[in-house]
């Protein structure tokens, strides 16, 4: 039984989803590692291979896998990075509707999604699929 460790791939321009969902995952007390790069801590590297590297490295060691299923992602370098590492170490993806989001979900993402999504922005259906997929038990009142 693992713990979630967690990788939200987000964009920083529209991080209030994302910054959202962590504040609900610890709302919720689910024991979890953060493997996302958010805004405030990113990766201290210049160089597009470093970048490549460090995140490659930090997807590798998370054991799910999060995209925000929006059109924000779709002219996004990294997110389209992101899910192919994601992809080719087998990771569990879940898109995930930001909150409020009406708009269509890039193809890419709907494809890479293993979990089937895309989910609502239902914070407990959320938890419920990541526990279920890692065989974690689920937090009390969930």
């Known amino acids: 039984m693992a713990k979630p460790n967690i990788f939200i791939s987000h964009r920083w321009d529209y991080n209030s989803s994302y910054i959202s969902l962590i504040s609900k995952l610890n709302e919720y007390e689910l024991p979890h590692l953060n493997y996302s790069v958010p805004s405030h801590d ?4 210049n160089k597009t291979n470093q970048i490549k590297q460090a995140l490659s490295e930090q997807i ?3 054991n799910y896998f999060v995209i925000f299923a929006n059109m924000a992602m779709a002219n996004s370098y990294w997110c389209k990075y992101e899910i192919d590492v994601a992809t080719s170490y087998g990771k569990p993806i879940l898109s995930v509707k930001p909150y409020n989001y009406t708009g ?3 193809l890419f993402i709907q ?3 293993n979990q089937n999504g895309p989910s609502g922005f239902n914070t407990p259906a959320i938890i ?3 526990c279920n997929q890692l065989n974690y038990p689920i ?4």
């Open 42 to 45: 990113p990766l201290d590297l």
């Open 60 to 62: 590798r060691q998370c």
């Open 104 to 106: 269509n979900i890039p």
């Open 111 to 113: 494809l890479a999604d």
């Open 128 to 130: 419920r699929k990541i």
């Open 139 to 142: 937090p009390v009142g969930l």
